[in-house]
Each structure stands twice: as structure tokens, then as C-alpha cells.
């Protein structure tokens, strides 16, 4: 690493720890409430966990742990110190983007790897995560270092070391889970061989069962970590707008010529019955509705594809300001996938790992909602392929 690397890495801590430390005075919605959204369900799971001992699920079944204790770990160490959480989260950002300069050195060079390190350490999603107690900082560093450990790591140390990534991103966000099959499908068409491919599935197996057990022996019922029908049917229903309605439990639903309302639907005492009772009724109400669900599916997309949300400000200064920021973010977006499509021509195996992430990531979205957030863990690998493509086109004569 040469000097000027040396000297943009001192840059981006000094960017990320004081983004860390100023983020609830810069970002709007944080100003306005520090704890925002998810945060407050984090912030009082957390802290009981760090004074009582107790792991109480606030949201239904659908919190994987391992954010929450990291930040448990953090309160019983400094108290109850959300900006100490912010400080942790910046860290884990830096951890992101050495993983992504790793990566981006080792399919396109140095160069290419700083200029994924600048474009990372200023993008805002990753930038403005940094600020919100969201399990998104410590997926991302674990997403990066998993598919590279997968494409970069060979022996079985590192199969051992591929599957504890991958575990324990599922711990982190269960949705992420089935993708260590398809990260061992991957292995097993790249080395023709099973041997590695399964034991990257058992060691991600013994990884999440502690806890898989753990949940299961506590609700009486098999547990994957966590269960999706409650934020199935809340992200897919008559009102849903292609992301999560926040007032989804005060509406009234029809369903099966029926209207109730979301509580009376979810009338089941039990939380494993109530999330089943969840994934039944957004599925028929998808039977019912296919015309609807097909025009949600691409409300999700738009909303994903949206720098900073659907907004229809009726400031005209901001309107244009989000409007530019969009065809930024589209200019990005699309060097992004050129850049995939270039990399598939000299690192053909690397190019279909990241596929087959970020196309993962887009079934979940087109299942659950849309949206900056839940396209997040993608976000490095776009990074790295839009730093690559255009690092050889300057070098192409």
C-alpha cells in the first residue's frame, strides 16, 4: 500500500468516526428523534439484554440477535450510550470498506481499489447507515467478508472461515440464510467437488443452531432464527405503498370478502400462530389480488431505485434536489451493472458470486419492501464493480 493509500485511508476513518459522533446534529430525521424507527425497538432490546440479562423479541419473530448483543455488549461496557453504538457502527464501516478495497485490489488493482474506497467512504447510504442503530452496519461488513472469503479463501480453513461469515450473517439478518445454499451450489459448480461446498453449509449450520435451538425450545416451535409472515403481510396488502406502512396495525383489511382490522386479523395469542396467521392472509390476499400485487411488486423497484424515497415535496428547490440526487444514483446504479457485465469477461466466477448476492437481495425485496435500506447489503459489491469498470476504462488506451 503506497503512501497516497495510506493517507485517503487516515481521511476516510477521520469521515466515518466523525460522521459517527455528528450524525444525530446532521442527518434531519435523526435531529428530530435520535432514535428513529427500528432503532427504538433495538435500543430497548439491547439495553435489557445489557442490565437484566432478558432477551425479549419486540417485533413479532422477526429480530435475528446478533446486532442486538453486539449492542448489548456495548451498554454493559459504557451504560446506556447510544453514540457510543454510532461510534461501534462507524468502525464496522471501516471494516466494510477494507473489505471492499481488498476485493477491489485483488479482481482490479490498486487503483480501482481506491477509487471503490472513495466512492464507498462517500456514498450516502453507506455513509448516513452509520447514524441509525439499524442491524444493517453489521451485515455489511459480514455480506463483504463472507462472498470474499468464498471467492478468495480455498482450503478447508477457509471453508470453516466462509461458513462462520455466512452464519453469522444470518444471525444478523435471517433473510440472508438461505443464501448460504446458493454460496454452496456456487462452490460446488466452481470446484466441481462437494467436499467444500458442504462443509461451508455445516459450519453455517453449527453457526446459527445455538440460537436456532435456543428460540425454537422458547416458542415451542421450529425457529430458523426468525419468522417472515408478519412483515410478509405487512409489506404486501391493500395499503401497502412498496415499503412498511407504519400505521399497517391501525388499518382494516379485506381479505376473503372480510374487512377487519390488522389486529383483529392477527387475533392469535400465541406469536409463532399469530406470524402463521400473518403469512396466510398476505398470501391470499396475493390469490385475490394478483393485478395489485404484480403493480406493488413495481411501486417496490421505484422505491428502490430512488435515491432517498418517493417524495413529492411541494418545495421546488427540493424537488429538484431529490431529482438530481435520483439520476446521480442512477448514473451509479448503472455503472454499477455495466461494470458487473464487464467483470464476468475476466473474473467470470467472481462476477456470478456477486450476481447471485444482489440478485438475493432483490428477491427479498420484491417479497418483503423496497427501498434504500433493504438494498444496502448490496450496495459494496456495486461499489467495487462501478470503481472496477471505470478504473480500466481511464486505463484503456
Known amino acids: 500500500m503506497g503512501r497516497a493509500a495510506l493517507w485517503l485511508w487516515f481521511c476516510v476513518a477521520v469521515l466515518r468516526v466523525a460522521y459517527a459522533l455528528l450524525a444525530t446534529q446532521i442527518d434531519p430525521l435523526l435531529r428530530a428523534d435520535p432514535l428513529h424507527g427500528d432503532a427504538v425497538l433495538h435500543d430497548r432490546m439491547a439495553y435489557r439484554l445489557a442490565t437484566t440479562g432478558e432477551y425479549r423479541l419486540e417485533k413479532g419473530l422477526m429480530t435475528a440477535p446478533a446486532y442486538i448483543v453486539l449492542m448489548a455488549g456495548v451498554y454493559a461496557l459504557v451504560g446506556h450510550m447510544p453514540d457510543a453504538v454510532r461510534v461501534v457502527n462507524a468502525l464496522l464501516g471501516l471494516l466494510t470498506l477494507w473489505g471492499v478495497w481488498c476485493f477491489a485490489r485483488r479482481i482490479a488493482g490498486e487503483r480501482a481499489a481506491n477509487l471503490a474506497l472513495i466512492l464507498g467512504a462517500v456514498h450516502p447510504h453507506l455513509l448516513m447507515i452509520t447514524g441509525w442503530l439499524y442491524t444493517e452496519n453489521l451485515v455489511l461488513p459480514l455480506a463483504v467478508w463472507a462472498v470474499y472469503g468464498l471467492y478468495f479463501w480455498r482450503g478447508r480453513g477457509g471453508a470453516v472461515g466462509s461458513g462462520v461469515l455466512l452464519g453469522l450473517l444470518a444471525l444478523t439478518r435471517a433473510n440472508y440464510l438461505p443464501f448460504a445454499l446458493i454460496a454452496a451450489l456456487w462452490l460446488l459448480w466452481r470446484e466441481r467437488r462437494w467436499q467444500t461446498p458442504a462443509i461451508v453449509l455445516l459450519t453455517t449450520g453449527l453457526t446459527v443452531a445455538p440460537y436456532v435451538v435456543f428460540i425454537s425450545a422458547r416458542y415451542g416451535a421450529f425457529i430458523p432464527i426468525a419468522l417472515g409472515g408478519y412483515v410478509f403481510l405487512w409489506a404486501n396488502n391493500e395499503h401497502a405503498d412498496g415499503g412498511f406502512d407504519p400505521l399497517f396495525l391501525e388499518r382494516t383489511l379485506t381479505i376473503g370478502g372480510e374487512t377487519k382490522s390488522t389486529r383483529a ?122 470503481a472496477a469498470v471505470v478504473s480500466r476504462r481511464c486505463s484503456e488506451p
Not at 357 to 370: D, M, P, Q, R, S
Request: charged share 15%; glycine share 6%.
Open 265 to 386: 386479523w392477527l387475533s392469535a395469542s400465541d406469536p409463532v400462530a399469530r406470524d402463521r396467521q400473518a403469512m396466510r392472509l398476505a398470501l391470499q390476499w396475493i390469490r385475490e389480488h394478483p393485478g395489485a400485487w404484480l403493480l406493488l411488486l413495481g411501486r417496490k423497484i421505484a422505491l428502490t431505485l430512488s435515491a432517498f424515497g418517493l417524495q413529492n415535496p411541494e418545495n421546488r428547490v427540493v424537488a429538484a434536489a431529490l431529482r438530481f440526487a435520483d439520476a446521480l444514483y442512477w448514473l451509479f446504479l448503472a455503472w454499477a451493472v455495466y461494470g458487473l457485465w464487464r467483470l464476468r469477461r475476466v473474473e467470470g466466477q467472481v462476477a456470478a458470486l456477486i450476481a447471485l448476492f444482489v440478485g438475493w437481495t432483490l428477491v427479498t425485496i420484491l417479497l418483503y419492501a423496497g427501498g434504500s435500506r433493504p438494498l444496502l447489503p448490496a450496495q459494496p459489491f456495486l461499489v467495487i464493480c462501478a
